[in-house]
């Protein structure tokens, strides 16, 4: 079955504590990317990768790192979280062909981040 | 201004309505998806367009490359259908950056 995988779907956590939510995709898709969702501010891309070893900002980059070493993973990592980054986190895929022609997005299902 | 603007931010239906959900924006596109998440629930891909129409079901979407404008049409609504869309576009310039568009919440009534 096509998917993509996040991992955790919840976490609370405290401030200053390094964590990685990663995600996986079964569909060797190029494109991979992640965005936060918050009340009112809608979706917003943190970073996205067009494929391994290829990585770029979105609109939200900071307090974030991301890798793409392989082509099915994508984890995102906070570095030291901080409670502006209590949110709820997508990760998506889709293919990319070499014109720049892109695919249908599947996203995960979610992961929820608390900062304490 | 917003580079993606939809109409209306808030529609109430009565089951069985046809509804229109729109999506304007002001860069140039290489593509232009639109997503369906249900409350508290996932993301799913709806339809992704470039150019025309494309229909699944009841679900229509059009693209007027010209007019930056693209519609998501509901026939027969339904109180399933009750979900936030969204509309996600990729510039022509940077294919890899994606611009979201604030979201339309649709109640369908029984």
């Known amino acids: 079955e096509a998917q993509v995988t996040q991992n955790p779907r919840y976490l609370i956590t405290v401030t200053g504590k390094k964590l990685t939510v990663t995600c996986s995709q079964n569909?060797?898709?190029?494109?991979m990317s992640w965005y936060r969702q918050d009340p009112g501010l809608g979706l917003r891309q943190i970073y996205y990768?067009?494929?391994?070893?290829?990585?770029d900002k979105g609109d939200v980059p900071e307090g974030y790192k991301v890798s793409r070493k392989e082509k099915r993973n994508f984890p995102l990592i906070l570095e030291s979280p901080s409670p502006n980054q209590t949110s709820l986190y997508f990760c998506?895929?889709?293919?990319?062909?070499?014109?720049?022609?892109?695919?249908?997005?599947?996203f995960g299902e979610g992961s929820r981040l608390t900062v304490l | 201004k917003n580079e993606v603007e939809q109409s209306p931010q808030n529609l109430t239906a009565q089951e069985g309505e046809f509804i229109t959900i729109n999506c304007s924006y002001s860069?140039?596109?290489?593509?232009l998806h639109w997503l369906q998440q249900h409350p508290g629930g996932g993301i799913v891909s709806l339809f992704m367009?470039?150019?025309g129409k494309k229909k699944h079901g009841r679900l229509i979407a059009t693209i007027n490359i010209q007019e930056k404008h693209s519609s998501l049409h509901i026939t027969a609504s339904h109180p399933r259908d009750s979900a936030v869309y969204i509309c996600?576009?990729?510039?022509?310039?940077?294919?890899?950056?994606?611009?979201f568009g604030q979201g339309t919440t649709l109640q369908v009534k029984p």
């Open positions: 998506a895929s889709s293919r990319q062909g070499v014109l720049g022609d892109t695919g249908e997005l599947f």
């Open positions: 569909m060797n898709h190029e494109y």
């Open positions: 990768s067009m494929n391994v070893e290829v990585t």
């Open positions: 860069v140039g596109i290489s593509a």
């Open positions: 367009l470039s150019s």
């Open positions: 996600a576009l990729h510039g022509s310039g940077n294919t890899g950056k994606l611009i």
